[in-house]
């Protein structure tokens, strides 16, 4: 570990990702009706089948039995020409719901995005998932694209992401959720003291930090949602664009961060 020029511990984090569709028994066609509706919700508009299947990278005629198989269970609605495709309000249950839950609205892709805009960087949003963090939303630059994607995971207890987690939490919560890891069975003391080396320092500075193989990352705890799952916001980028600007940026990711509180005022005020 060692120190950057402010007082903070700079950790050399793990670089292993875990990318979605590297496990068995995926139901492929469930996650590619997921996939169809978070599209129309990136788009904001009605769709035609070439337009779902070139986005997704589907074969025109699975694209077309997809639609039709949603269509039938009233997911989607198709217009009297059977060209456009939109959502259905069967969804509106659903999607209420997750704003509810989630700050309300689209405050969550909106900070995502924003964030991305005004540090031209990568930015991820991810949430616990098991014994890993995984990424459910990400934002890049074209230079950086592919690097990350959605559906990824990453350690709790080796990445930056995981440090920024586990820093939300106290003492005893860091020690389950260690515990809850793949790789608890190998986590020896000396690890163990460099995880909560890491932590203390995080919980100094307001963020933490880490430089993995090529990306230098920045990560932050979000406020608790109602639904009771702390979400980690990060930014990552090449070192020499990043490290300098290392409190610039854990103060701009602690700003936006706070601005999502503001955002459920004035939604419950």
Same mark, same amino acid.
């Given at each position: 570990?060692? /120190? *950057? ?6 950790? /050399?984090?793990?670089?292993d990702i875990r990318h979605p569709g590297?496990? #068995?028994?995926?139901?492929?066609? =469930? ?13 904001? #508009? ?5 337009? &779902? ?23 989607l609605l198709i217009d009297a020409e ?6 259905? %309000?069967?969804?509106? %249950? ?11 609205? *689209? =405050? ?28 459910? *939303?990400?934002?890049? %630059? ?18 930056? !992401?995981?440090?920024?987690? !586990?820093?939300? /939490?106290?003492?005893?919560? &860091? ?42 990352? &920045?990560? &932050?705890?979000? %406020? ?9 916001? +990060?930014?990552?980028g090449q070192p020499e664009h990043v ?13 936006? =961060? ?10 419950? +005020?």
């Amino acid at each position: 570990m060692n /120190h *950057d020029p402010l007082g903070g511990n700079i950790r /050399h984090t793990s670089s292993d990702i875990r990318h979605p569709g590297e496990r #068995r028994n995926i139901s492929k066609s =469930a996650v590619r009706a997921l996939d169809v509706l978070e599209h129309f919700a990136a788009a904001r #508009r009605p769709l035609r089948a070439t337009d &779902i299947a070139n986005a997704l990278d589907l074969h025109p005629s699975s694209a077309d039995q997809l639609l039709k198989s949603m269509v039938d269970a009233a997911y989607l609605l198709i217009d009297a020409e059977g060209k456009l495709y939109r959502p259905s %309000p069967r969804l509106m %249950p659903f999607a209420n719901w997750l704003a509810e839950n989630y700050f309300g609205g *689209d =405050a969550l892709s909106k900070l995502v995005a924003s964030v991305a805009a005004r540090t031209g960087q990568i930015v991820t949003l991810a949430a616990p998932q098991g014994g890993w963090l995984q990424l459910v *939303d990400v934002a890049m %630059p074209p230079a950086l694209t592919g690097l990350v994607r959605k559906g990824s995971r990453v350690s709790i207890t080796s990445s930056t !992401l995981g440090t920024a987690f !586990l820093a939300a /939490h106290d003492d005893r919560e &860091i020690e389950r959720w260690i515990e809850r890891t793949p790789e608890a069975w190998r986590i020896d003391a000396a690890l163990r003291a460099e995880i909560r080396a890491s932590v203390d320092a995080a919980r100094v500075s307001g963020y933490a930090c880490g430089l993995g193989d090529s990306l230098f990352s &920045i990560a &932050i705890a979000l %406020p608790r949602p109602a639904a009771g799952i702390r979400l980690v916001l +990060g930014l990552a980028g090449q070192p020499e664009h990043v490290e300098p600007r290392t409190a610039e940026f854990g103060a701009q990711l602690r700003r936006y =961060a706070d601005s999502l509180m503001d955002e459920v005022d004035s939604v419950t +005020g």
